[in-house]
């Protein structure tokens, strides 16, 4: 059964700084990958997506994938403490598999 | 605002009871999922439906856990009977198809006494 590995299981940066967010795939038919932000009490919500290698920006959020080694990553630059919050990590491949979520990475931006 | 809409927000229960949540998916979407999310155990797959055709029962859960989906609009996930490590908070989500991003209600948080 497909596992999505995520790590580090948490991290804490300071305001402004960078944070840097892994995560790794075990099954090779895996084709997509998306990041969910969970703030504190709050249901998960669809931060970013990535399908082809390389790298895709969206204002202070950059996610790279590389397909050969079936990991993606999440970087946030100039963090805010409104960043805290669980990143949790979801892949899928082709032909119709649901996707599988990793455990998460819980972000602290610490003022 | 068409989200997942998912009821009751809370519910506390005695050992032993039996607990029906609801969702209602977004309109048009083909697949719905039933989540449990614990700090310990992470997000937990229970059910999965697809075209309201039951995919994945969640295997461990299977005993007293029970998804249906009546018509494409509306799900219930039956707890039955409850117990205390149940306690958990319950999302269910929908999506378009197998590769399009999901949306998640707002959860159900659940507290079996």
């Known amino acids: 059964q497909q596992k999505v590995q995520q790590s580090p299981e948490s991290l804490i940066v300071p305001e402004g700084g960078m944070a840097s967010l892994n995560c790794t795939s075990s099954d090779r038919n895996v084709d997509y990958f998306w990041w969910y932000r969970q703030h504190s009490g709050k249901s998960p919500k669809m931060l970013m997506?990535?399908?082809?290698?390389g790298e895709k920006e969206e204002g202070r959020f950059t996610v790279h994938l590389n397909k050969a080694s079936l990991h993606t990553s999440l970087h946030i630059r100039d963090s805010q403490p409104s960043d805290s919050a669980l990143y949790l990590c979801?892949?899928?491949?082709?032909?119709?598999?649901?996707?599988?979520f990793g455990s998460g990475t819980r972000l602290l931006v610490s003022p | 605002d068409a989200g997942v809409t998912q009821t009751p927000r809370h519910e506390v229960a005695e050992k032993g009871q039996t607990i029906i949540l609801k969702c209602e998916p977004v309109?048009?979407?083909?697949?719905l999922f039933w989540y449990r999310q614990t700090k310990i155990q992470g997000l937990e797959l229970l059910s999965y439906?697809?075209?309201?055709?039951?995919?994945?029962d969640g295997g461990a859960f299977k005993d007293r856990f029970k998804a249906e989906m009546l018509n494409s609009s509306f799900s219930t996930l039956k707890i039955q009977p409850t117990e205390p490590k149940d306690s958990a908070v319950y999302l269910c989500a929908s999506s378009l198809d197998a590769n399009s991003d999901y949306t998640f209600g707002s959860g159900t948080r659940l507290l079996v006494i």
């Open positions: 309109s048009g979407h083909n697949d």
């Open positions: 997506s990535i399908f082809s290698n």
């Open positions: 439906f697809r075209s309201k055709s039951l995919m994945e």
């Open positions: 979801a892949a899928a491949g082709t032909g119709g598999y649901k996707v599988v």
